[in-house]
């Protein structure tokens, strides 16, 4: 049986420009092209990888539920990684595209650890990606971490003593998907002193990047998902 290999291809922040050249050369090639989609079918990883991608490409949009239901969310990977091996397993390479990098708060984790599970035969390539985290540095000319100062990547959560925890052991922070508790932790900014330390980015380095400086006019406002904050405490 002639099966497929699967790329978990990071695809970087948002940049066209920043897809790596074997990211590039892999898209240029591949037979199917996966990609995590939303209910209206955009993806944002797809379209920043649409103008690398060869003519007639078959195309195949996960969509991945956002729900703590575990009964739903079972029945859906195991839908996902049947989908997924249907390609395969007719011989066919699949890039499973994903904004940023594989292994960095990505869908290509538990993909590739349930495709492992359930067909310990396919080959699996990670290829790796700039994350939306070092993008939105260079974008804001913020440096992660130098010299002996320690950086935190913290997914933002409601449990705001994790949240101080963070912003008081580390130098720098950086808020993932903050924007859900966006309000919440500009509170603990203003409780820490901390508010001209923080900057929050939106989609960074895409045509749709949004930058905001002042964390006080975003108190009670509604951003976009893929949002994200760094704060630099020191110089």
Known sequence: ???????????????????????YRIL???????Y?????GDSYALSIVED?????????GLHFPMTRDQELLKAKWEAIVQDVWEK??????????TEG????YSTAIHLTRLLKERHPEVEIEIVSGISSINGAASRLDIPLADGD??????????????MRKAL?????????????????????????????????????????EVIYRDMLALEGQELEYLTLMIVKKGA
Request: charged share 25%; no cysteine.
């Open 52 to 60: 690398y991608l060869p003519e007639g490409v078959d195309r195949l």
């Open 88 to 97: 395969l397993s007719d011989g066919r390479n699949v890039a499973f595209v």
């Open 168 to 208: 008081i052991e580390h130098d720098t922070v950086v808020f993932i998907k903050v924007a859900k508790v966006l309000t919440e932790v500009i509170g603990l900014l203003k409780e820490l002193d901390l508010v001209d330390k923080a900057t929050v980015v939106t989609k960074a380095g895409s045509p749709d």
């Open 28 to 34: 240029s090639n591949i037979d199917v092209v996966a």
């Open 149 to 162: 100062q320690q950086l935190g990547i913290i997914p933002a959560t409601y449990d705001m003593d994790a």
């Open 36 to 40: 995590p989609r939303k209910l209206n």
């Open 101 to 104: 990098d594989p292994y960095l």
């Open 1 to 23: 049986m002639n099966i497929g290999k699967l790329y978990a291809l990071g695809v970087g922040p948002g940049d066209k420009e920043l897809v790596t050249l074997k990211a």
